[in-house]
């Protein structure tokens, strides 16, 4: 177990935010860091691959953030971790994501996305409550967050859209076991009265993702006028929300939405692959121009197509706008030129 930054502030809540040098959580800290002033993050993440300290740089030195390295699997470092900073909240990012290594080795993500989910689930059940539905009195507004994917939900048809009342059909290893730790984060719900939320979000994209996806592989390839691969026929189709967008929803309901609720989250922004490859390559061709090519595009690759390549994902993001008043500030022909904006910086540099 290593720590830093040995102190946080006394007097404020602390939450246990997992996997937070990922993607997603690396986005959501600063942003949640800066908007309360009340809360004190603990981060406990076991920097896998997909995670880097580098993309929380910016929080190292803030009293109210901590890191632990750790894995969520491991009980008695989570039950050390919820006495010893009296979690009064968690917001579960940490997961295995990246479907073709898990085609590859499922093996690892039924071990942290099930087993790692059930261990911090359980623990915080028996930290905060003495019964079923019976909060201790110091824990009763205690909230247990759990951030999912769309594609539980399966693959759509061409008109369709993913709800909260989609029933799952996971065609993946790795939407299999985010299916499998939504529905043990059900349970408690049920069983045991636990407060949960549930989020399932449509696919980021932005600054700090790891560069095997879709969109940083994309700018890389080009970059290095390499090429650049694209599954299949590259008309498989994804719904796009920009990272912070996806932050500022997870924000409001961990603190507005109502107990024992699923809430999608979507940036109503489908594209196929080609489309987000066409685009990138524009935005490239005009911003750092190739010396030897007469456009990016060029490097497009068809490569033979991943084993149950989900054809469509779409969010209807409407519960969450109506009830929760959310909206995404990006579309996707803002968003992606930030995103572009940062990888220039980092693959330049």
């Known amino acids: 177990m290593t720590y830093k930054n040995t102190f946080v502030k006394k007097n404020n809540k602390s939450i ?28 406990l993440d076991l920097l896998t691959y997909a995670g880097d300290l580098r993309n929380l740089k910016e929080c190292e ?21 919820f006495k010893k900073y009296d979690i009064k909240g968690v917001i579960h990012f940490a997961a295995e994501s990246h479907v073709d290594n898990s085609i590859e080795n499922p093996g690892v ?8 989910t059930f261990t ?85 994209y932005g600054p700090k993702q790891h560069d095997e996806k879709l969109i940083p592989t994309i700018i ?14 590259g008309k498989n189709i994804r719904d796009w929300l920009y990272v912070l967008d996806h932050c500022k929803g997870i924000d409001l309901v961990y603190h507005t939405g109502k107990q024992s609720n699923v809430y999608n989250i979507g940036g109503r922004n489908e594209r196929t692959n080609l489309q987000i490859v066409d685009a990138i390559c524009t935005i490239l061709d005009k911003k750092v121009s ?40 990006n579309n996707f022909n803002t968003g992606i030129v930030k995103t572009i904006e940062w990888y220039l910086e980092k693959y330049e540099s």
């Open 16 to 43: 246990l935010v997992t996997g937070c040098a990922g993607f997603i959580g690396s986005n959501f800290v600063p942003y949640f860091l800066d908007k309360y002033e009340n809360y004190n993050i603990i981060n």
């Open 61 to 81: 030195d803030n009293v109210r953030y901590k890191f632990i390295k750790g894995d969520i699997c491991n009980r008695e470092l989570v039950e050390l971790i």
């Open 109 to 116: 993500f039924i071990e942290t996305n099930v087993n790692g």
């Open 120 to 204: 911090l689930v359980d623990v915080a059940k028996n930290h905060w409550m003495e019964k079923p539905f019976n909060y201790k009195p110091e824990y009763k507004d205690c909230r247990f967050h759990h951030i999912s994917t769309d594609e539980v939900y399966g693959t759509l048809n061409e008109t369709d859209l993913f709800t909260e009342d989609t029933p799952y059909a996971p065609n993946s290893p790795y939407s299999a076991s985010k299916a499998s730790s939504d529905m043990i984060i059900r349970s408690y719900q049920e069983t045991y009265g636990l407060n949960t939320v549930i989020t399932n979000c449509s696919n980021n």
């Open 220 to 233: 890389r390839k080009a970059l290095a006028d390499e090429a650049i691969p694209i599954y299949g026929d």
């Open 290 to 329: 190739s010396k030897t090519l007469s456009s990016y595009k060029d490097l497009i690759t068809f490569v033979e197509d991943r084993a149950g390549h989900d054809r469509r994902y779409a969010i209807d993001a409407t519960k969450i706008e109506d009830t929760l008043g959310w909206k995404a500030d």
